[in-house]
């Protein structure tokens, strides 16, 4: 299904790039934000009541869902010391793809649903995109379109990141396209259903050098590719139990981040689609993991 909305201008050819330390700025400004207390970040992922209680079932546990949810600050940031791998003249590619990712492997959180023989449902694009309007900070992001693929394959570009899928038992490719309501940014969600964490975690991982031969495949609104091969555009990888999730953000324009350029809240912002994830860990398993 796909859902059309005006995007913003076509990005103009590449700029010279910056070098890494010139870039590795963003934990700043994610200091600055103000964090909410546990008990609101756990209503926003989306538990009821009594799920929050037992989700409350000794301080540490909480601090892990908590941690969980900060870890995005520092997965946008990328790191004081993250070098980010960086595409080659060697490694030139025409199909979109980011210029910097970053993955990482699975909480402890998400144990439960370790497996999917543990959490058979299949998704559905209404259950992760449940929302068309997200805001973090200043950004607000409105859902343009979703799709949902299966096979994986149709998701993505790349063969040897298509065959990994199959490996993988992936059975479904979900993607969401956002654009921010001042037209500045753009980006996409993609959630593959996976056999295993295991499988998960090495997807992420091995994205760090093959995204530049496979990437996810970029969804069009108002008949223009939400992402095209010229701009500078970032990502990063979350394995959480048996799923695993790309993040993909940019300017619509093409542009390097610059000093007013918040990606860390339009990382944030983008993966609220990830609160459905969390309320399958609870019915999976109210009772919280050991720490």
Request: hydrophobic share 40%; proline share 8%.
């Amino acid at each position: 299904m796909n859902e059309q909305t005006p995007q913003g201008p076509q990005a103009p050819p590449r700029r010279r790039r910056r070098s890494p330390s010139r870039t590795a700025v963003k934990p700043a400004r994610a200091s600055r934000t103000t964090q909410p207390s546990d008990g609101t970040r756990l209503q926003e992922l989306g538990l009821s009541p009594l799920q929050q209680r037992l989700l409350m079932i000794g301080g540490s546990v909480v601090g892990v869902v908590v941690a969980a949810v900060v870890l995005a600050f520092v997965i946008s940031a990328l790191g004081n010391d993250f070098v980010p791998e960086r595409a080659t003249a060697a490694a030139i590619v025409t199909q979109p793809r980011p210029d910097v990712y970053k993955g990482w492997n699975s909480p402890k959180l998400f144990a439960p649903i370790e497996r999917n023989t543990a959490d058979p449902a299949p998704l559905a694009l209404k259950e992760i995109f449940a929302v068309r309007t997200l805001k973090e900070g200043a950004i607000t992001l409105r859902l343009g379109a979703t799709k949902l693929d299966a096979p994986c394959s149709a998701a993505v570009w790349g063969q040897e990141l298509a065959g990994q899928l199959t490996g993988a038992g992936c059975t479904q490719a979900l993607r969401g396209a956002y654009t921010s309501a001042d037209g500045r940014y753009a980006a996409q969600y993609t959630l593959f259903n996976l056999r295993d964490t295991a499988a998960a975690n090495a997807l992420v991982q091995s994205l760090t050098a093959g995204y530049r031969g496979g990437w996810a495949q970029p969804l069009t609104q108002g008949g223009r590719t939400l992402f095209s091969s010229t701009g500078h555009t970032e990502a990063s990888g979350h394995a959480m139990g048996h799923y695993a999730a790309l993040v993909w953000i940019g300017r619509t324009d093409g542009v390097e981040p610059g000093p007013r350029d918040d990606f860390v809240s339009l990382s944030l912002a983008v993966r609220d689609a990830e609160k459905a994830v969390f309320r399958r860990v609870v019915a999976v398993s109210p009772t919280p993991p050991p720490s």
